[in-house]
């Protein structure tokens, strides 16, 4: 296997608030590209690990960054870029822990996508490392995102419906915050329909070889709302 730097894969970062449509942006990139998917929130701590952050209900803060292992996740991104695949935990949101673990594999593909609530905090492990192609803060109106969130996390039986609830409309609220702190980490916001199309632009870049440091940012037209 050829572990050149010049020819190693580069990650495309999908950051944003949860139920934005990172996930969603992440599949369809996959179905159209082939690109292997890196599901950052699968590097959750497990409940009952040291220090985890609480919240002001005496519950884990979950939406807390440290909550989450970066390193572990940074670890994963250069083995998969680098060697070519890597073994990842598969989190239950449900239990908070892990409940095994699974192999993915680059498949000669030039860019992985990484998606999760805080993978804004590995750009800059990402580009330390010489492994960032993008990083993109998905988002879309507050009200849009509370409703999406709170069908799925309810669906998928995440948390108790009233935790879900509670978390739903504090999320909704401090979402103005958030897409700017991951802007300030390096993250571009972005809406979905316009990042799938610059993930586009960007892979073929990377497919031709274009030197540089293959980081782009959407058009400034698709930001912002």
Same mark, same amino acid.
């Given at each position: ?43 959750? +701590? ?5 220090? !985890? ?26 083995? !998969? ?45 990402? +580009? ?7 990083? /993109? ?27 879900? /609830? ?60």
């Amino acid at each position: 296997m050829d572990h050149d730097a010049g020819r190693r894969a580069r990650v495309l970062v999908l950051s944003g608030p949860s139920g934005a449509g990172k996930s969603r942006l992440a599949r369809r990139l996959h179905e159209s590209h082939g690109l292997p998917l890196l599901p950052l929130d699968d590097f959750y +701590r497990e409940l009952g690990a040291p220090d !985890l952050p609480m919240s002001p209900l005496g519950l884990v803060d979950w939406d807390d960054v440290r909550s989450w292992d970066l390193d572990a996740a940074l670890r994963a991104a250069e083995e !998969l870029c680098v060697r070519g695949s890597t073994r990842v935990p598969t989190y239950d949101i449900s239990t908070s822990s892990v409940v095994g673990h699974r192999t993915i594999e680059l498949g000669g593909a030039p860019l992985v996508v990484a998606e999760g609530i805080f993978a804004a905090h590995a750009i800059e492990g990402l +580009r330390h490392r010489g492994l960032l192609a993008g990083a /993109w803060s998905v988002h879309h109106r507050p009200w849009v995102v509370f409703a999406r969130r709170l069908a799925r996390d309810l669906a998928e039986r995440r948390k108790p419906p009233l935790t879900l /609830w509670r978390r739903g409309h504090a999320l909704r609220r401090a979402q103005p915050g958030i897409v700017a702190a991951h802007r300030a980490l390096g993250a571009v916001p972005v809406r979905a329909r316009v990042a799938e199309r610059e993930a586009a632009d960007l892979l073929r870049d990377l497919q031709h070889d274009i030197p540089g440091d293959a980081e782009h940012a959407p058009d400034a037209g698709g930001a912002g709302g």
